[in-house]
């Protein structure tokens, strides 16, 4: 049979509770791992093309086919790579700019039977040769690393057969939790992506803070409520914590805050650093009988709270609010 329709509403996690509906489409979560996608419920055969409209919180957009292929656009490694691993040649590099971040990218991927061609936003990026004329198998899309996707379509065009009954794995809680606080990190990160540089030091009248301070706090008060709590150091340098307590404001600052360029590295660096700490860990109890289960669901929504103060900042800037 051929399928020519979209597929993206008849695709099936490979770890359950790890997706939602949204307006925009499907969106896709990945913890700290590569294993998350969502596949086809039949095999398909080449020729076959599949093209996805999607876009990246981050990093790793992952498109596959049959049991080894495998197609990556802004992989975590090198995002201006992409890779294409085939299920008969092994893998292909290829020196390509990286999708934009939090914009709709269009991937096309066709099977053919003596050669693979990849185009991204009808630019082709590469043309592999091969014997692929026996290939089977399901397609998928997926994240990876601590990226979120939002796919808006994933079509499929090629002919299909009945495959086993896809064996689902059920996403832990303690998964759940902390592909909750990646994807929240990311989205800050994002946040802090979109704000010009010359606005982040600005104090809109009827607030005592600027974005600059914000991030600054929100790196401190995760470090600060972390890792001492399991007998590490801060991980951070000591004038952070010095310049983004929760009592100080930047009229008092007595010094130059570090860059937020540099903020951005540490919160980044930080977002790694928790996930695999908690990782098998969440209960275990540490200082005042706490767990690492109760930090996260105390610190992100702070970190949440700060991001909404930082659009508030962002908007009233955008209106002429400041007065300096």
Not at 167 to 184: G, R, W
Not at 283 to 303: A, C, G, N
Request: charged fraction near 25%.
């Amino acid at each position: 049979m051929t399928l020519q329709n979209e597929i993206m509403w008849d695709l099936v996690e490979s770890h359950t509770g790890l997706s939602r509906k949204s307006e925009e489409g499907l969106v896709l979560y990945a913890g700290q791992t590569d294993n998350q996608k969502m596949l086809s419920e039949v095999s398909y055969v080449v020729p076959i093309k599949m093209e996805a409209v999607v876009k990246t919180d981050s990093t790793n957009i992952r498109l596959y086919f049959a049991q080894k292929g495998r197609l990556i656009f802004n992989w975590d490694s090198n995002q201006d790579e992409v890779r294409l691993h085939s299920p008969i040649k092994g893998y292909t590099a290829v020196n390509f700019e990286r999708l934009s971040v939090n914009e709709w990218a269009k991937i096309t991927w066709i099977v053919n039977p003596d050669h693979m061609i990849v185009r991204a936003n009808d630019k082709e990026v590469c043309k592999v040769t091969g014997a692929f004329r026996d290939l089977t198998g399901r397609v998928g899309i997926g994240p990876a690393w601590g990226s979120q996707l939002v796919v808006k379509s994933f079509r499929v065009n090629g002919e299909y057969r009945k495959a086993r009954k896809l064996t689902q794995k059920v996403a832990s809680y303690d998964e759940q939790i902390i592909t909750e606080f990646i994807t929240l990190r990311n989205q800050t990160l994002s946040l802090m992506d979109r704000i010009p540089e010359n606005i982040s030091d600005i104090i809109p009248e009827g607030f005592d803070s600027n974005i600059h301070y914000h991030f600054g706090f929100i790196l401190v008060a995760w470090d600060h409520g972390i890792f001492p709590k399991l007998k590490q150091n801060y991980r951070v340098p000591i004038k952070y914590h010095r310049m983004f307590p929760i009592r100080l404001k930047p009229k008092d600052w007595k010094e130059d805050p570090p860059g937020m360029l540099e903020i951005r590295k540490h919160l980044e660096k930080q977002r790694d650093e928790i996930a695999t700490i908690s990782s098998g860990q969440l209960d275990v109890l540490i200082k005042h009988k706490q767990t690492l289960r109760r930090l996260l669901k105390y610190f992100m929504p702070l970190e949440r709270s700060h991001c909404l103060m930082i659009n508030d900042i962002m908007n009233s800037i955008s209106n002429g609010v400041d007065k300096g």
